[in-house]
Nanobody, 129 residues
């Protein structure tokens, strides 16, 4: 079993920054597995924000996150991060960390919810105008 625990959410004013963390654990989990960040608002489907592929080979961002968010990973700590700068009210959502345990390719573009096997409990990000 794999456990993902997010932290770092909170309330911030527009233009501010937050760094989300996702600590992964579980004896069956590979430190090099693809992982990603998704977000969801009430009444909407969960959507992709940023992903990091197997062995860090591919990083993808949704268009609204490009230039403002940075996904990174500390392999030694088995922790995924999402640095969010220049936050906007439309970034308000619950942010989820996800991990994929199925066979993966280094160049795989795993940006769909169905591409992932494990999810964290989510952390609330609220950006005030």
């Amino acid at each position: 079993q794999v456990q993902l625990v997010e932290s770092g959410g909170g309330l911030v004013q527009a233009g501010g920054s937050l760094r989300l963390s996702c600590a992964a654990s579980g004896r069956t989990f590979s430190r090099n597995s693809p992982m990603g960040w998704f977000r969801q608002t009430p009444g909407k489907e969960r959507e992709f924000v940023a992903i990091m592929g197997r062995n860090g080979g591919t990083t993808l961002y949704t268009d609204s996150a490009k230039g403002r968010f940075t996904i990174s990973k500390d392999v030694a700590k088995n922790t995924l991060y999402l640095q969010m700068n220049s936050l906007k009210p439309e970034d308000t959502a619950i942010y989820y960390c996800a991990a994929r345990s199925r066979a993966s390719y280094d160049t795989g573009r795993y940006y769909r919810v169905s591409d992932y096997d494990y999810w964290g409990q989510g952390t609330q990000v609220t950006v005030s105008s």
